[in-house]
């Protein structure tokens, strides 16, 4: 009863809370969009400039190759080097093609042309999957011109590659699980933390711990409507996910809701934790943002893979919640997999609820000194 | 049915509570009064069981709260000093909330919320936010918030600091209401005046207690004679006793100059005294001390 009055109450503050109301529902759908549409990893469209001394009808079919390719945007034709200098210079461009005045007559003699391309490699990322696209066109331009004799027959050797789980590599079907962990980070994390210690703060604890009220049934009651506003932005979010960016859920549902759950307490471990250790809101808040909202992004793969990462730094990701449940959502979204291969996934996300939720209630007493 | 021995609290370096001994038996209200600092605070949430004492034996109506420090709660109100309620809820809402916190059944808790409204005059206000409450009304809903499981003990930090002179006379009359009923409350005030409404007063200075006793009992312990002096230049008089007698036998009330005296004979001295510095007496009267005086003598007893 106890509970349910602690809950009630904050239930109506919560309601009353205009701010935080707006907060909660539209926050996680801001988030998911801008992320979905404005950070996809997918690069299309390279600006590229040409310089095109040959002017050949072999070189105008070299430069169809990348125009028809969706990868490549030629923003100009030039006239110079200097040019083609210049639009790197300025970032108006990434690559930039130098066709040689005689590359058509190499051509057509066999005996292999040359051309000049020149990569902006300011951003690497970029440079190096527009590099790539590049050696793909290039490759099939010269593979028509260059094709043994037929008399001659190698035995060939091929690799079919094929790409399984995101045939069409979308980053927003890998981004999207990783909103929905921010996002249940950021509520079950930030937010109970910032309510409990608002009450520390503002000394409207004081009366509440001199009544005969138990630390967990406040505890408790204080953070079950996170929770339900917590499941419910991720109902919120996986339909987004669905039918706006046309994420696959390959998985069950069910077990979706058994990991969110299982994550919400890992959240919601951090959150308690950060709370009793914080005497005021904006400590609680930074505080909260360190340990639950960055590991989330930086250190659970979701931006950087974790293979790639330094040994040391390898080692504190298996104390990111994040991290496990990331692969979660992806095994369940895009892989159709369940709790029979992603077990110890669920094994870890226990063994660090338990932890955090350990490390709270030690801290976490019902007195003001 | 109050018991305290020993009570001991530290602070960092500074020792907040030097060993305070107290018993309240009956039903009566008990003003702990003492300036900022003085301790009163906390020996309230000690009390209260919402801290921890270092050191000292405390009983509450059979119950050893510093073993279990939850086990008087339900028999105990505490009104916190600083205005603890939620400021989102209304008055009725908050009311509600304590009621269930401390499990009064659904039937009587209606009763109850009733006739605290009623009581508190807040019955207008009922679906009023706390936040928009004036200082006076939330100290009356804190106060019904304290009251809603009919305490046995009501524990109240300075619940008259920052309230209107209306709404302080009111509060206490509500609280000599309920003393009729059969609460016993403990109160802490910064004032001395207030403090003499109360049954018995505890004099409280940097954690130790200078007196206690009720009024008359604390009246005659005052050993000087106590005069009253108005005037001209009540400043320069002012300079010429401490001059004399050092600066703990004379105290600014207003424009009126308290002096506690050994006898008549050092007020004859003293008075031709200033009257050959040229200053102009316009009347000097034999008083008997109020609180403050035996305050002010008390604290010269305790060096």
Redesign the interface.
């Known amino acids: ?2 509970y ?3 809950m ?2 904050e239930a ?2 919560i309601a ?2 205009i701010r935080l109301l707006l907060i909660v529902v539209f926050f996680p759908l801001l988030l998911l969009i801008i992320y979905g549409y404005g950070v996809t990893f997918d690069i299309k469209g390279v600006p590229m400039a040409v310089y095109d001394q040959s002017n050949s009808l072999i070189s105008r079919e070299l430069i169809d190759c990348y125009d028809a390719s969706e990868y490549f945007k030629i923003t100009e034709f030039t006239h110079s080097r200097t040019r083609i200098d210049e639009l790197l210079i300025n970032d108006d461009i990434i690559i930039g093609l130098v066709i040689p005045p005689d590359f058509a007559r190499d051509i057509k003699s066999l005996k292999g042309g040359a051309v000049q391309v020149l990569v902006n490699g300011s951003d690497a990322n970029t440079a190096n999957v527009a590099l790539g696209y590049h050696a793909a066109v290039f490759a099939d331009f010269t593979g028509k011109y260059f094709k043994p004799p037929e008399s001659i027959t190698f035995p060939e050797v091929q690799a079919n590659t094929r790409i399984w789980f995101n045939p069409d590599l979308k980053s927003s079907n890998f981004i999207v699980p990783g909103i929905i962990a921010i996002i249940m980070m950021l509520m079950g994390a930030i937010l109970t933390s910032t309510a409990i210690v608002k009450e520390k703060e ?12 138990k630390s967990w049934e406040y505890i408790a009651g204080k953070i079950t409507p996170y929770i339900i506003i917590s499941l419910f932005d991720v109902i919120l979010v996986v339909t987004a996910a669905y039918f706006i960016f046309d994420v696959p859920i390959r998985g069950s549902l069910l077990q979706l809701g058994f990991f969110a759950l299982l994550f919400l307490a890992n959240a919601l471990g951090v959150g308690l934790f950060v709370s009793s250790i914080s005497k005021n809101v904006v400590g609680a808040q930074i505080m909260a943002v360190l340990l639950s909202l960055l590991p989330s992004i930086l250190l659970s793969g979701f931006v950087f893979p974790i293979s790639s990462m330094p040994r040391v730094i390898q080692a504190v990701t298996y104390l990111v919640p994040a991290r496990y449940f990331l692969e979660v959502l992806r095994g369940i979204f895009l892989k159709g997999i369940g709790v029979s291969v992603l077990w110890p996934q669920a094994l870890f996300l226990c063994a660090n609820a338990m932890l955090f939720l350990s490390l709270a209630s030690v801290k976490f007493k ?4 | 049915m109050i018991e305290i021995k020993g009570l001991k609290k530290k ?1 960092g370096d500074n020792q907040t509570l030097c060993g305070i001994d107290l018993t309240v038996d009956s039903d009566i209200i008990f003003a702990i009064v003492g300036p900022d600092g003085a301790g009163k605070t906390t020996l309230l ?1 000690i009390l ?5 004492p270092d050191d000292g034996l405390i009983n509450i109506l059979g119950h050893d709260i510093v073993k279990n ?2 086990s008087a ?2 028999y ?1 109100g ?3 000093q ?8 209304t008055v009725a ?1 908050n009311i509600d ?2 009621g ?4 009064v059944p659904k039937s009587r808790k209606e009763d109850r919320l009733k006739r605290l409204l009623e009581f508190s005059r807040l019955g207008p206000f009922k679906d009023r ?1 706390a936040g928009k409450l004036s200082g006076g009304m939330k100290q009356k809903l ?1 106060l019904c ?2 009251l809603i499981h009919t305490p046995r003990i009501l524990l109240l930090d300075e619940p008259t600091t920052g309230v209107d002179p209306i709404s302080r006379r009111e509060l206490w009359e509500i609280l000599y209401d309920l003393l009729a009923q059969g609460v016993m409350i403990l109160v802490s005030t910064p004032y001395m005046d207030e403090a003499e409404r109360a049954g018995e007063i505890m004099m409280l200075h940097r954690g130790k207690t200078l007196a206690r006793g009720n009024l008359e009992d604390l009246k005659s312990k005052f050993h000087h004679k106590l005069y009253e002096m108005v005037c001209d230049d009540g400043r320069k008089a002012f300079e010429i006793i401490v001059g004399q007698l050092g600066d703990d036998r004379v105290v600014f009330f207003g424009d009126r100059l308290h002096l506690a005296l050994d006898s008549e004979q050092q007020m004859l001295t003293l008075k031709t005294f200033i009257a050959d510095a040229g200053l102009k007496i316009n009347s000097l009267d034999q008083i008997s001390p109020g609180l403050e005086d035996i305050f002010m003598q008390e604290l010269l007893y305790a060096k």
Do not use: H, W
């Not at chain 1, 009366?207 to 005969?212: F, G, K, L």
């Not at chain 2, 209260?48 to 921890?52: F, K, L, N, P, S």
């Not at chain 2, 600083?82 to 809820?89: E, H, K, M, V």
């Not at chain 2, 269930?100 to 499990?103: G, N």
């Open positions: 009863m106890r349910l009055a602690v009630k109450r109506i503050t009353r809370d503002s000394g409207t604890i004081e009366q509440i711990v001199a009544s005969p009220v019902k007195t003001l000194d | 602070f949430r209260a069981g919402i801290m921890r420090p939850e709660k339900r105990t505490y009104l916190s600083r205005f603890s309620l939620n400021p989102t809820l809402e909330f304590f269930t916190l401390y499990e936010q804190a918030c304290a």
